[in-house]
């Protein structure tokens, strides 16, 4: 048997040569069924590591090489397909009063005369002709416009030739008598388009309305409405808007029905009576807001969320009697400022404020009538409230009797009455917890299967058990069944594998290594 670091034998049947190794190597010594005898060779890799680096810097080549032409080809292909391709309506839509196509399209006028006039252009004509602006009617009275083109997902990405662009005005006419023209019921959906409302005082209210987009900022100069939903992500949200209750419930105009304008949103969610409710994410929210009560009726409310973006809302309150009247207001953002101011409240009213954020600052500044309770908690920054004592109420006339009920809850830092930011964080750490187990337990496998259990230090963990995957270094432990042991030892004769004989146990020598040849 050959001993590493022994003088060297004559031999007839195998001839040996030596190599010095000035560290040490790791050898594996198997057994055979041959009386104890033990042969041992220095396993040399096929390298898949730099197989896998050649096969790489050949795809990347290849890729540089004919990537550009396939692509221009395929789109050449596309192009030609979408030609037969224009955009349709669904029944979901509604049902198709009249369609216009690019090919008949006029300037204005073309589906609601002096009402809602859609201006389409385009960089060619094949494009304008692959889409359709239809006039739609739903049930319970309800038109709109809807805008279709040929769905981009399903075909893949337009190219710059194939864009088009929109511009859609809504007018409406001016009231015969003194009140504002009333409108019902008035939606948008309109994803990437920016949405804008002109100074409408005197002109219309809404009792209902919603306008939802997205990546797009939403600016209304004056909106005068009963509930008032306004939605949109990665743009602001700014404007002036009045929330007041409608006194004639059958004031709604014979000439203007509810307007809709739709292209892909589900209905907005159920709103309360007299409430004006703001979302946006990534973005600030500036709001100027005038909200009145009617005590008849249910509180009026005011809604912002926002998330990674500041809120500024300059809050007056009014009540239709002069006084009394119930409001809520309520304000979270995540990551940024919330601040509020309310200037104005109608005496003897009963006001829930609750303004919430996390990681940021806050503030709150109250009307000189309001009596109540403050709240105020911060899970790590300072809290305080500065008061001037020189101011009176002028409404309370010698009377110390506070108006109880009213309240202001204001929390930085962390909102733990916002249920929802709650079970958010709440998963948010079951998450992180369950990934850093099962990075926990991938350690200890790959650390098993890799026989790095001895190995304390992360960096050199990973570098080892890169190396055994790779099959730079041929580790493997005792008891390792033999399709195991064939993988990791391509070249190895099979007579020297044979598993339940010695089991591959380490050998490491500072000796000289007999290589067989």
């Keep these: 048997m050959d001993i590493p670091g022994s003088d060297p034998k004559s031999s007839t049947t195998t001839s040996l040569k030596y190599v010095d190794m000035s560290q040490p190597v790791l050898t594996y010594g198997a057994c055979t069924g041959s009386k104890g005898h033990t042969n041992q060779r220095r396993i040399r890799g096929s390298g898949p590591f730099i197989q896998f680096i050649k096969a ?28 037969a391709e ?15 196509n690019g090919a008949e399209w006029t300037s204005e006028g073309a589906i609601y005369k002096e009402a809602v006039s859609p201006n389409l252009s385009s960089w060619n004509d094949e494009a304008l002709e ?3 602006v239809c006039q739609l009617e739903r049930p319970e009275s309800q038109s709109g416009v809807g805008i279709f083109t040929p769905n981009e997902l399903q075909k893949g990405r337009w190219d710059h030739e194939e864009h088009l662009k929109f511009n859609v005005t809504v007018r409406f006419p001016r009231p015969e008598k003194d009140s504002a023209r009333l409108i019902n019921d008035f939606r948008t959906a309109m994803v990437l388009f920016s949405q804008r409302l002109d ?22 100069a004056s909106l005068h409405a009963e509930r008032a939903h306004l939605s949109t992500f990665n743009a602001p949200i700014s404007g002036s808007f009045n929330i007041s209750t409608v006194e004639d419930a059958n004031a709604i105009s014979k000439n203007h029905h509810n307007a809709d304008i739709e292209a892909g949103f589900e209905p907005s969610p159920a709103m309360p009576a007299s409430s004006l409710r703001l979302t946006t994410i990534n973005a600030g929210i500036d709001a100027d807001v005038a909200l009145y009560h009617d005590v008849n009726h249910e509180p009026s409310g005011l809604i912002i969320r926002n998330t990674n973006g500041p809120i500024t809302g300059d809050i007056k309150l009014y009540s239709h009697q002069g006084s009394g009247g119930e409001f809520i207001i309520d304000a979270k953002s ?18 829930k404020l609750e303004a919430c954020t996390i990681s940021a600052p806050g503030s709150v500044a109250l009307a000189l009538p309001f009596e109540g309770d403050l709240l105020l908690s911060s899970l790590w920054g ?9 101011l ?4 309370r006339e010698g009377n110390e009797e506070r108006k109880e009920g009213s309240f202001v809850d204001i929390m930085l830092d962390f909102c733990y009455r916002s249920i929802e930011l709650l079970l958010a964080l709440i998963i948010m750490l079951l998450l992180s917890g369950y990934l850093l187990f099962l990075l926990w337990i991938a350690m200890h496998v790959v650390k098993d299967y890799c026989n790095l259990s001895n190995i304390r230090v992360f960096p050199e963990v990973i570098l080892r058990a890169a190396a055994c995957f790779a099959g730079w270094e041929y580790l493997y432990g005792e008891g390792r069944p033999v399709a195991t042991v064939r993988k990791f030892l391509p ?3 099979t007579e020297m594998i044979k598993a339940n004989i010695c089991g591959g146990k380490q050998i490491e020598t500072k000796h000289k290594y007999v290589e067989r040849t």
């Design 382 to 390: 300072a809290v305080t409230v500065d008061m001037d004592s020189a």
């Design 199 to 220: 100074d409408l005082t005197d002109i219309v209210h809404f009792r209902k309305i919603t306008l939802q987009t997205k990546s797009s900022e939403i600016t209304a």
């Design 86 to 100: 224009v955009g349709r309506p669904d029944p979901r839509d509604g049902h198709v009063v009249k369609c216009i």
């Design 334 to 351: 995540v990551n940024k400022a919330v601040n509020v101011n309310v200037s104005n409240q109608p005496i003897e009213s009963l006001v």
């Design 56 to 83: 790489f810097c050949i795809a990347t080549l290849v890729w540089v090489l004919f990537g550009k032409r396939y692509a221009s080809l395929v789109r050449h292909r596309l192009h030609r397909y979408w030609e």
């Design 130 to 132: 692959r889409a359709n």
């Design 392 to 395: 009176v109420d002028p409404s």
């Design 491 to 493: 070249g190895m004769p």
